[in-house]
């Protein structure tokens, strides 16, 4: 019989609902949910086919026990017990400051939850990061600085009812098709869209201004525009004056940002720059919707806030259409920030430095303490383990041999530990060099709550059993505490009864159960009490910190130029059929088909000077290493830029990229490296 199972899709932070066709143990096929209020009857490319890799025949089945240079199948049993006295033995000789782990942004809330759970009462640290450390880490301390909230303001739908949106460092056709579609309702209901992307990627076509800047200028671009705004009197003086603080140095700094001088940091025309500002600064409610080309940049944070400016100084806040919307990536990012897979912040963003809050959640745990030292960002784990400082790492669902800056450095961080354990659902490149590989269950085989990029908690259901000895990432971790002696701590036997637990220290999630879960809109946080309807917009009345607050930023530039050596400006993303290192995507037959191989946008007067034409084969060099990728030559991407995806281990991106850090929020420039092309001989 054919059954229909409610999902949430496992792929980005729109978070759309999915219906798997089931039938008997298999998932033969995905339907979108009619009634879901993001996706409302529709998916992208990803959604139709996230069944392809369900039962792909790679699935890791058994746990992996290194045995010389390859891996054989172990039991649960033998492969926990080795797990469990090489982390003791670990932590007993080098301190739990000497063990990492990397949490999942594909897991569930209920699994990241009690992941960071075992690494602080089991393990003893905070060293305990995952992916929004590469992508969303900027936002949340940019907009909890400005805001007080580090999270999207606005809910997707709202986009549509917007007069101006201003999409910057976003391709949001590819990366979150079904969020885009709402940028495309609210054109087609006559608003105005501000494209601000140094490649004309497809929102290009659409947009009414697009503003082709350098990458790492964002800046400069917005202190131009807001000082045009300021000039022709465009602010929002009542809301400046009555809900914020701190104008006077946006002023001032701003002052340094004549148009002529922007165009030169940015490239950008100074008529263009001037049309924007009074677009935006006109708009009776403007949106700003952006994603990594605003936080992958040694200032990522400063980009952040800069945004947020924009915002407070037109009023652009708290009102339906409005708002800074950050695009958050993976199904599940927003969730596991939220529970606490953080180095510095315990579930609900409540500080690890905080003896009452520590005492609090202590208590609850039923342990005598937790650690009070935030713990190491992912770039600094892996620097650690270079340096021989990180001993033992523990890596659930993530692939830094294939989304971290450096390859080679990651590589030599991951073989310099005595030991490494990977979970995943596939042999990643990363699992090759563990001494442990444990099989964990996908979103289609568990049950468990999602948290999308507005903040919506949702509930997923199980379709199908997990393949072989595979189990839930909840379960892995239960058995493994069980086997290091701390049973007690985790008696869990289902999600829900972690979701129960969870809710006790996560005040956004108190007010939320299975019970008032099980509908298709979920609920969005903040949800404080039971009866508390959920909160949709952020800052309606007041900021989250009172006063939104205009932290006056200056451009700088990225930690690594063009020179003679190197003459090009490498930036990276994605493109709309694959997803990060593939693991996924490349074994999903339609999606791998859409865009099987590594290449590299050139523009076509670079491509000329360098001999290149379309096609060719050509060798990209960084300071950090060497590639060779198929040439496509295309005005799409500006002058003296070029652009690599990151998804092919073929000419994988980032043996290239640049891991210099932000130093407020630890992300690297993933967005700017200096390169130089040849063709291949
Ligand atoms: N198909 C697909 N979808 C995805 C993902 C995927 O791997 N594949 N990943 C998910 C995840 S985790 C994330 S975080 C999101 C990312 O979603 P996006 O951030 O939209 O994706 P990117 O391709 O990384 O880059 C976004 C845009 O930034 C532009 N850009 C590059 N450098 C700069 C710069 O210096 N300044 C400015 N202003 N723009 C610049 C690029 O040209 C691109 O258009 O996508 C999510 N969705
Ligand atoms: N050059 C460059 N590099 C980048 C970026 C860029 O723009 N440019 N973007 C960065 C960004 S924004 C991000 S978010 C990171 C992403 O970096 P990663 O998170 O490392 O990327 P993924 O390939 O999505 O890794 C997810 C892993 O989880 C596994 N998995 C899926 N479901 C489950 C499950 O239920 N349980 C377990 N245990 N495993 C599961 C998948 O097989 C996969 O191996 O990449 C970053 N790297
Ligand atoms: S937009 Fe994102 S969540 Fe929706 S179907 Fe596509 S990949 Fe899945
Ligand atoms: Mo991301």
Request: hydrophobic content about 40%.
């Amino acid at each position: 019989m054919v059954r229909f199972v409610p999902t949430v899709c496992p792929y980005c932070g729109a978070g759309c609902g999915l219906l798997l066709v089931a039938r008997d143990n298999r998932v033969i096929g995905t339907r979108p949910w009619q009634r879901h209020p993001v996706n409302e009857g529709k998916l992208c490319i990803k959604g139709w086919n996230a069944h392809e890799f369900i039962h792909h025949s790679e699935r890791l089945t058994a746990p992996l026990i290194k045995d010389g240079q390859s891996f054989r199948e172990a039991s649960w049993e033998e492969a926990l017990k080795l797990v469990a006295s090489r982390f003791g033995e670990i932590k007993e000789q080098h301190g739990p400051g000497s063990v990492a782990i990397l949490s999942s942004a594909k897991c569930t809330n209920e699994e990241n939850y009690v992941i960071q759970k075992f690494a602080r009462a089991v393990v003893g640290t905070n060293n305990i990061d995952h992916c929004a450390r590469l992508c969303h880490a900027p936002t949340v301390a940019g907009l909890v600085a400005s805001l007080g909230s580090g999270a999207m303001t606005n809910p997707i739908g709202d986009l549509e009812q917007s007069d101006c949106i201003l999409v910057i460092g976003s391709d949001t056709t590819s990366q979150h098709p079904l969020v885009a579609r709402e940028i495309i309702k609210a054109k087609e209901r006559g608003a105005k869209l501000i494209l601000a992307d140094p490649r004309a990627i497809q929102l290009s076509k659409q947009a009414d201004i697009f503003l082709q800047l350098k990458p790492g200028t964002e800046i400069a671009l917005l202190n131009g525009i807001m000082k045009v705004i300021l000039e022709r009197g465009l602010e929002d003086k009542e809301f400046i004056a009555r809900r914020t603080e701190g104008i006077e140095d946006l002023t001032n700094t701003v002052k340094d940002y004549p148009l002529e001088q922007v165009e030169q940091i940015t490239g950008v025309k100074a008529k263009d720059i001037e049309e924007a500002a009074l677009t935006y600064g006109q708009a009776e409610r403007a949106a700003i919707v952006y994603a990594m080309g605003i936080t992958q940049h040694t200032t990522g944070t400063a980009n952040v806030m800069s945004t947020a400016n924009l915002a407070l100084l037109t009023g652009n806040l708290g009102r339906t259409g409005t708002g800074v919307n950050p695009l958050r990536g993976q199904n599940n990012v927003q969730g596991a920030c939220d529970l606490g897979a953080l180095p510095d912040v315990l579930p609900g963003y409540r500080s690890v430095t905080d003896d009452a809050i520590r005492a609090e959640v202590a208590g609850l745990w039923g342990v005598a303490s937790l650690p009070s030292e935030a713990g190491l960002t992912v770039v600094e784990m892996l620097d650690a383990a270079a340096e021989g400082k990180i001993k033992a790492m523990y890596i659930i669902g993530e692939n830094p041999m294939l989304s971290d800056p450096d390859t080679s450095h990651v590589k030599k961080g991951l073989e310099n530990l005595e030991f490494l354990v990977v979970q995943d659902i596939f042999p990643t490149e990363t699992a090759q060099l563990a001494g442990v590989v444990l099989p964990s269950a996908c979103w289609a085989e568990k049950e468990g709550t999602y948290t999308n990029t507005e903040r919506r908690v949702q509930l997923s259901r199980k379709a199908v059993e997990p393949p072989g000895e595979a189990v839930s990432d909840w379960e892995i971790i239960c058995r493994l505490a069980k086997a290091m002696g701390f049973a007690d701590l985790f008696p869990y036997t289902s999600a829900e009864e972690i979701f129960e637990e969870l809710r006790k220290v996560t005040p956004q999630y108190a007010g939320m159960t299975y019970e008032r879960l099980n509908q298709p809109e979920g609920l969005v946080w903040p949800c404080p009490t039971e009866d508390h309807p959920g909160t949709p917009i952020l800052h309606v009345d007041q900021c989250s910190r009172g006063k939104g607050k205009f932290q006056a930023v200056g451009h700088e530039a990225p930690a690594e130029e063009p020179d003679e050596e190197y003459p090009l400006i490498l930036t990276t993303g994605r493109v709309a059929s694959q997803w990060h290192g593939g693991s996924m995507t490349r074994r999903s037959p339609t999606l791998n088909n859409e865009f099987p191989r590594s290449y590299i946008e050139i523009n076509p007067q670079d491509a000329k000077k360098l001999g290149v034409v379309n096609g060719d084969l050509v060798t990209v060099v960084s300071r950090r290493g060497e590639i060779e990728t198929d040439a496509l030559v295309t005005d799409r991407i500006e002058l003296g830029v070029v652009f690599m995806p990151f998804h092919f281990v073929e000419g994988a991106a980032n043996l290239l990229t640049n891991p210099a850090l932000d130093p407020i929020s630890k992300i690297p420039e993933f967005k700017v490296a200096a390169v130089r092309v040849s063709k291949a001989s």
